[in-house]
């Protein structure tokens, strides 16, 4: 039996944008409104279990009905740049769930679902109509649902005829004459002005219509009375407009919304390029298992395979040692299983030669018979070529096999070729150069729960076909970074950097469990005595920590103004309480509790569960191959997020310490670089001027932004001034702004324009940098580092606006990325060539952390800033500031 789903995609994706926190992929795409609407269709899917689905768009501003009222929808603000960016790819994402989709130029969403419901009517086939708009109630019938959302999108109230006449005492078309009496402000629908819910539905219940009230004006009375009589061809109007037209000409038929579900792959596909990994995982999309077998001897058909099991195959070692001292060409697999490779689990190896493919257990590797492949895995000077050799290198050193002579990456190349794309994965790449199948390895080994190593033919297989992939992708590769002008990049920067960070992270970093301990406990008692304050407060004891409880005490208890509800209760979430702040003393309590709480159970509890129990040090793991930007990701744990606005929080970084008795933590932070980068790159002279001098340059943007002299400067306008110069750098719109600041977007705007007149440079290098895009496809940084975007020269004007913003701040970003990553290689290369102690521990975005001895204190103090600042010159100068102590707190 046939059963329709329609719809509204403006409404749930605008509902799904405000209800979600931020979220963006590596590329810098916004995605939440695309999370939310994709988790909601998924659940609606599943217990509807629909036949025929369509999800209706507007398609533009201006609709039949501004014919008879320009003012239509005019009160509404502009759709924030961080949603609108995000309808294209959803529409795709609706693509690759096999599902229809219709807009047409002149009519709403609203319109096409209208017509639709009216055809389910006539067809006597149920449908279900999902909405964040109760002007759909109008719709409801016999056949006909509305499936309103509440509480973000994560639920909906069914409405039928009966549960509105039930709610509201009227029958759907009502709905109608409601909407003309109260009006509805974010349609620009003016109404009857002080006639609320409550009056309309009185009058309609009295009165049956906006026609009938209006017949009947004998009958009411005082200001009421003369509203209506005033406005009566508003009211009029107001019903016109919220009437849904039920006619358009739908050129789709019923078996063009026919949904017979999704394609697995293609799915997946789409989930990958979203970084969506948590629905990968919950529907299961990865490769069937089952044909793991299949893919990899068909796949491995025309491969000499050999097996070095034991010391009895050392005849084949030898024959691989040989191959490999004929040419220096191979492609070396080394399987790990755990994503962190501080604790990843070696399996096995394979290396790949011109006439064969040699695999092994890693276990036969350590035999003494193996010796000379562990010296040819030592050797400077003998090239291996690889994928993820940082990784690689680090799980080898765990296990005491050093490695040496990394000639070329495939996974580092690939990224360097395509940052943006999510998924670098062997199996991809290989699949992207058209190159034999190499299965992924959810096929081979399943996923989560269901991971299971195969048997050792399908195992060796599978590691052979990753070796011969390296051997023939590394020539493709190669020339790809020549012919794309990164070669200088990959060989003499990231190349040589990921080499830098596998020995700063099995190095490690010492940290003071006692001190972690003493901090864990001196949260404890400041959590105490919070506790007790807000028990005082609430005049009982309750458990803070939960929501239901809380929404309980604060607005039923304490009365304070409900802002929203959850499936629980109240919302008790952080914006709700910063808005009730000014109302109760309880609120800023319990705020500083829920900090005081994360940082004892996230960082110190976090934190001393990371310390080695062999080493006493925190060892964590640089990624390179992650963000678009080009910065580095630190995980296992990440290093980079320890939160340091709180005393509390900074105090953290005392635990941190040298390994060595005597010696000095030292931290060197690059000052500004990002604006320092942009005065280079845009050449504008008010920014050079500032920094040249070296001014503070908040204080000198807001000087010359709102026209006033330095000591007329106060701390609002700088922090305005800040939030603009670092917005201008991430690409901000007015509406960020405007969220930043706690302004209006239109006040956002002018700021923006008034900088802008100012740095007239920024300004200019933004309008060429975005004409260069469009001529190239790409954007560079000043170490030629590229970004793709494929979507700038596009007709949709959203998918345009997103690559037109990334190509502003990609250059700067990218840069700022790149003059660090030189600074570490520098700075690794002036230790060593001067034999100094001194180690670089970690890299913490703009900063650098070593241990100094104390011989060599005063000389690093003047090397390491010397080395930041001429990592890259520029027209105005690097500035880096350092600090040092007797731990990573003292030295900031």
Known sequence: MEKWMLIDGNSIAYRAFFAMPPLTNSAGQHTNAIFGFTTMLLKLLEQEKPTHVLVAFDAGKITFRHEGYTEYKGGRQKTPP????????????????????????????????????????????????????????????????????????????????????EKYGLLPLQIIDLKGLMGDASDNIPGVPGVGEKTALKLLHEHGSVEGVLDSLDKLKGKLKENIETHKDDAIMS????????????????????????????????????????????????????????????????LHIHVIASDNDAPLLEQLLRALEKTDKNGLYIESIGENPHHAELIGLAVATEEAVYALPIAVLEQPFAAKLREWLEHLDKPKYGFDLHKLELALLWRGISFNGAAFDVQLAAYLLDPTEASQTLSMINERHGLPAVPPDEAVYGKGAKFKLPGEDILYRHLALKAEAIRRL?????????????????????????????????????????????????????????????????????????????????FEKLGLPAKKKTKTGYSTDAEVLEELAPFHDIIPLILHYRQLAKLQSTYVEGLLKEIRQETGKIHTYYRQTIAATGRLSSQFPNLQNIPIRLEEGRKIRKAFVPSEPGWYILAAD?????????????????????????????????MDVFGVSADQVDSNMRRQAKAVNFGIVYGISDFGLSQNLGITRKEAAHFIEQYFEV??????????????????????????????????????????????????????????????????????AALRERKLKSRMLLQVHDELVFEVPEEELEQMKTLVPEVMAGAL????????????GLNWYEAK
């Open 239 to 302: 019903k016109k407009l919220a009437t849904i037209f039920r006619e358009v000409p739908i050129e789709k038929s019923s078996d063009e919304l026919r949904y017979d579900g999704y394609e697995g792959s293609k799915l997946a596909e789409a989930f990958r390029k979203l970084e969506f990994k948590s629905l990968i995982e919950r529907l299961e999309l990865g490769a069937n298992a089952g044909d793991a077998e299949e893919t990899a001897q068909a796949s491995a058909a025309e």
């Open 670 to 702: 690059y000052s500004q670089i990002e604006l320092r980068v942009l005065a280079h790159i845009s050449g504008d002279e008010n920014l050079k001027e500032a920094f040249i001098h070296d001014m503070d340059i908040h204080t000198k943007t807001a």
């Open 474 to 554: 590394t020539p493709l590769l190669t020339e790809e970074l020549s012919h794309s002008g990164m070669s200088r990049l990959y060989f003499d920067l990231e190349q040589p950097l990921s080499r830098i960070l596998a020995g700063m992270e099995h190095f490690g970093i010492k940290v003071e469990k006692e001190e972690l301990e003493a901090l864990g406990n001196d949260l404890e008692r400041q959590l105490s005595t919070i506790v007790s304050d807000i028990y005082k407060h609430a005049g009982t004891e309750f458990n803070i920590g939960s929501p239901k409880q809380l929404g309980e005490i604060l």
């Open 873 to 884: 010159e520029l027209d105005v100068p690097l500035k880096a500031d350092v600090s040092y």
């Open 759 to 828: 740095f007239k440079g920024v300004r200019k290098f933004m309008e060429d940098i975005v004409k260069d895009a469009r001529r190239d496809g790409y954007v560079t940084t000043l170490l030629e580092r590229r970004r793709y975007l494929n979507d700038i020269n596009a007709s949709n004007f959203n998918l345009r606006s997103f690559a037109e913003r990334t190509a502003m701040n990609t250059p700067i970003q990218g840069t700022a990325a790149d003059i660090i990553k030189l600074a570490m290689v520098q700075m690794d």
């Open 82 to 165: 961080e949603l609108s960016e995000q309808f294209p790819v959803l529409k795709e994402l609706l693509q690759a769930f096999s599902i229809a989709q219709f807009e047409l130029p002149g009519y709403e969403a609203d319109d096409i679902i209208g017509t639709l419901t009216k055809a389910a009517d006539e067809k006597g086939v149920p449908a279900i109509v999902v909405t964040g708009d109760k002007d759909m109630l109008q719709l409801a019938s016999d056949k006909v649902t509305v499936a309103v959302t509440r509480k973000g999108v994560s639920e909906v109230d069914l409405y039928s005829p009966e549960s509105i006449q």
